[in-house]
């Protein structure tokens, strides 16, 4: 046999990513019993809408309904139905409530809308007088002015004995606005609103808080917590200390390293001019990836004047953003790491234990969510980590 080597070669397809996307299963079903503990008698939900903050709903729904969650929120009728085959006897609340022709789908996955408006209501009444009775939500605007029933229309139906018999409302739920700020007082005003509505539905669950409500105290847990961004390692609330377990990395691969002199400009535009003799890695990540224009490292209108961009992380390294990021490469500053330390086919971290996710999306004037809800298709995803 010739032992050459042979021209067309098999590899895992996440070893040759131009980006990729680690979970950490067992650092997410950590931070749900974590979030479980601080929500003290209150029963814990897990929010896994837009495909559990882009970190994979299948995995991630079975992940927290095997670390005990029984209660989910989705934003879309369809993730609920992709939900239900991870979370077989689990309650799953839709967010949006339900519109004329979701019924089937609603029925068909056993959902449960949360309706939010009169319009809503008034469909669901006319439906359940139809098919009987069947679950559903209602969600109150205390002061968010996003959706609910207003305070006055939620205790008015409270109240109305002549609503129909098959009215079945679990659950009650409002939202906070500001509650990631230490006791502002808009934020007691929505608790002592939701607090009389919760009293007018007798015999009805309520839940108030998501994240950094968990963290404002007792009172603000109610029967059910529900939180999102502190379940994936964001950060929620100022008066969490820190962001518990990092649950998702986030990685590109270097496609090119190149040798620059001072004065030569970097990317579009050439608003990055080089102070020094430079070593650039040109990496296969851009704005297409959701590694956002924001995050250059200049060149970006709306932020000059500011601190400068992001950065990626490599062998206890920071490797900055240089100049603008482009639709599917970025070019970040090797210059400071040992020569040979860096090579083509490596992979710098974007977000990640090393590069927190808050940080980054700080650097480009955003907040964690977006960031993580933003990293798209082009990721190869990998699991780890065991289901607790
Ligand atoms: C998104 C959302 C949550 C979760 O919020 P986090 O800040 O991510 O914890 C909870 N409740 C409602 C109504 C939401 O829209």
Same mark, same amino acid.
């Given at each position: 046999?010739?032992?050459?080597?042979?021209?067309?070669e098999?590899?895992?397809?996440?070893?040759?990513?131009?980006?990729?996307?680690t979970?950490?299963?067992t650092?997410?079903?950590?931070?749900?019993v974590?979030?479980?503990?601080?929500?003290?008698?209150a029963?814990?939900?897990?929010?896994?809408?837009?495909?559990?903050?882009?970190?994979?709903?299948?995995?991630?729904?079975?992940?927290?309904?095997?670390?005990?969650?029984r209660?989910?929120?989705?934003?879309?009728?369809?993730?609920?139905?992709?939900?239900?085959?991870?979370?077989?006897?689990?309650?799953?609340?839709?967010?949006?409530?339900?519109?004329?022709?979701?019924?089937?789908?609603?029925?068909?996955h056993?959902?449960?809308?949360?309706?939010?408006?009169?319009?809503?209501?008034t469909?669901?009444?006319?439906?359940?007088?139809?098919?009987?009775?069947?679950?559903?939500? &209602?969600?109150?605007? /205390?002061g #968010?002015?996003?959706?609910? +029933?207003?305070?006055?229309?939620?205790? =008015?139906? %409270?109240? *109305? &004995?002549?609503?129909? /018999?098959? #009215?079945?409302?679990v659950? +009650?739920?409002?939202?906070?606005?500001? =509650?990631? %700020?230490? *006791?502002?007082?808009?934020?007691?005003?929505?608790?002592?609103?939701?607090?009389q509505?919760?009293?007018?539905?007798?015999?009805?669950?309520?839940?108030l808080?998501?994240?950094?409500?968990?963290?404002?105290?007792?009172?603000?847990?109610?029967?059910?917590?529900?939180?999102?961004?502190?379940?994936?390692?964001?950060?929620?609330?100022?008066?969490?200390?820190?962001?518990?377990?990092?649950?998702?990395?986030?990685?590109?691969?270097?496609?090119q390293?190149?040798?620059?002199?001072?004065?030569?400009?970097?990317?579009?535009?050439?608003?990055?001019r080089?102070?020094?003799?430079?070593?650039?890695?040109?990496?296969?990540?851009?704005?297409?990836?959701?590694?956002?224009?924001?995050?250059?490292?200049?060149?970006?209108?709306?932020?000059?004047?500011?601190?400068?961009?992001?950065?990626?992380?490599?062998?206890?390294?920071?490797?900055?953003?240089?100049?603008?990021?482009?639709?599917?490469?970025?070019?970040?500053d090797?210059?400071?790491?040992?020569?040979?330390a860096?090579?083509?086919?490596?992979?710098?971290?974007?977000?990640?234990?090393?590069?927190?996710?808050?940080?980054?999306?700080?650097?480009?004037g955003?907040?964690?969510?977006?960031?993580?809800?933003?990293?798209?298709?082009?990721?190869?995803?990998?699991?780890?980590?065991?289901?607790?």
């Amino acid at each position: 046999m010739p032992d050459t080597e042979p021209l067309i070669e098999e590899a895992d397809p996440f070893d040759i990513a131009p980006v990729r996307l680690t979970v950490d299963l067992t650092a997410l079903a950590e931070n749900w019993v974590e979030l479980s503990k601080r929500s003290g008698r209150a029963r814990t939900g897990a929010v896994v809408k837009a495909d559990a903050y882009g970190l994979g709903i299948e995995d991630c729904g079975l992940t927290l309904y095997e670390a005990g969650a029984r209660d989910f929120f989705v934003a879309a009728a369809s993730e609920g139905a992709t939900l239900r085959a991870y979370a077989p006897d689990a309650r799953i609340f839709v967010l949006s409530g339900i519109w004329p022709g979701q019924e089937r789908l609603f029925l068909e996955h056993d959902l449960v809308p949360v309706l939010a408006s009169e319009e809503q209501m008034t469909h669901w009444m006319s439906l359940i007088a139809e098919v009987g009775a069947y679950p559903c939500a &209602v969600q109150v605007d /205390t002061g #968010f002015n996003r959706l609910g +029933l207003s305070f006055d229309d939620a205790m =008015a139906l %409270a109240q *109305d &004995v002549s609503r129909p /018999t098959s #009215f079945d409302p679990v659950l +009650l739920l409002s939202h906070l606005h500001t =509650a990631d %700020a230490a *006791d502002a007082e808009a934020t007691r005003n929505q608790l002592d609103l939701f607090q009389q509505v919760s009293s007018a539905f007798e015999g009805v669950e309520s839940s108030l808080s998501a994240s950094a409500g968990i963290f404002l105290g007792p009172r603000y847990h109610f029967d059910l917590t529900r939180p999102g961004i502190a379940l994936y390692g964001g950060k929620a609330s100022l008066a969490m200390e820190r962001p518990l377990r990092t649950v998702a990395t986030a990685e590109a691969r270097i496609v090119q390293i190149r040798d620059a002199k001072a004065g030569e400009t970097v990317s579009y535009g050439g608003t990055h001019r080089l102070l020094r003799d430079s070593r650039l890695a040109v990496a296969s990540v851009g704005y297409a990836d959701g590694y956002m224009r924001s995050l250059s490292g200049s060149g970006v209108p709306l932020r000059n004047g500011t601190a400068g961009g992001a950065a990626a992380a490599f062998g206890g390294y920071k490797l900055p953003v240089l100049g603008r990021i482009t639709m599917d490469l970025t070019v970040f500053d090797a210059t400071d790491l040992p020569s040979g330390a860096l090579r083509t086919g490596d992979y710098v971290e974007l977000v990640g234990p090393n590069m927190p996710l808050d940080d980054v999306a700080e650097a480009g004037g955003t907040i964690g969510y977006e960031l993580l809800t933003g990293f798209g298709l082009r990721y190869e995803r990998r699991y780890t980590g065991d289901e607790v």
